[in-house]
């Protein structure tokens, strides 16, 4: 998920004469349906030709269609628009069919990097796979995960007893992170947060807040008796002995926001909700 670069206020996604636009849609009734009307009002080109991409559902939708520029050429990944037909919708902006390119042209763009995660198997295999809102590791049967976490080729705890423990980034702080109580992220803050799931030794561990820089190497503990599966996003590995995690700053993406309710005073907001 992830180290946005913050716009000011002034800033916007530059944007060609005609912007050509594709849309992406949940399988949802509502969904397809404002694609539909859309598509009759603007006109659609392909994927992989668009100019911005218009994503149609709920957050689950807007990183499956990250995840889909995410398998683009550099040159071909472009910027994301979310409008909300979905539920929450945090980070998509309000659905409105009116005056779109107006819409487009005032934008304001957040950089996301996305997070790598390194996983190794208890039979040896490797398998790599990116994250938007975090990597978390779970444990897989009814016996609590162990886990031993080392930060920069330092241990930081020799020992965690819980249900398991996830990295997010910035932009998914308010998510899965949000809901094992640990912290929201400010964007442009530069970090990232680790987060125990369900700890019971060190039973008042909380987690940590971690620059983006940082790596986090994730070692199973009696994976054998206790085994663990590793999650970015939705990509699932099963049975692995460890999981490093790091940012891959080559693979940038961007999201664009209306400046009336952008993706930072969004961030903010929440901190201070009922």
């Keep these: 998920m992830v180290t946005p670069a913050l716009p000011t206020s002034a800033d916007s996604f530059p944007l060609p004469a005609q912007p050509r636009l594709t849309f992406a849609a949940a399988d949802t009734a509502d969904a397809r349906a404002a694609a539909s009307r859309l598509r009759q009002q603007y006109g659609e080109v392909p994927f992989e030709d668009a100019d911005v991409i218009i994503a149609l559902g709920g957050d689950g939708a807007l990183l499956k269609t ?11 990944r472009r910027p994301v628009f979310g409008m909300n037909r979905g539920s929450i919708g945090f980070l998509l902006n309000q659905f409105d069919e009116r005056d779109l390119i107006t819409r487009l042209r005032a934008a304001q763009p957040v950089s996301l990097i996305p997070l790598m995660m390194r996983a190794t198997t208890r039979d040896g295999q490797e398998f790599e796979a990116l994250a938007i809102n975090e990597v978390s590791l779970l444990r897989q049967t009814y016996q609590a995960a162990k886990l031993r976490i080392m930060v920069d080729g330092v241990e930081r705890l ?8 996830l990295v997010s980034t910035a932009a998914g702080s308010t998510a899965y992170n949000l809901s094992a109580h640990g912290p929201i992220i400010p964007l442009g803050s530069g970090l990232l947060a680790l987060t125990p799931i369900s700890a019971f030794r060190p039973r008042r561990w909380r987690g940590a807040l971690l620059k983006h820089q940082a790596h986090i190497l994730f070692e199973v503990l ?34 664009l926001f209306d400046p009336n309710l952008s993706f930072e005073e969004r961030v903010l907001a929440e901190q201070f909700a009922p």
């Design 158 to 165: 020799p020992e965690l007893i819980c249900d398991g423990a």
């Design 222 to 255: 009696e994976a054998d008796k206790r085994p663990v599966s590793a999650v970015a996003d939705d990509d699932e590995v099963r049975d692995v002995s460890k999981v490093e995690v790091r940012e891959d700053p080559s693979k940038p993406l961007t999201l």
């Design 66 to 76: 990250l995840h889909r520029t995410l398998q683009t050429d550099p040159p071909r």
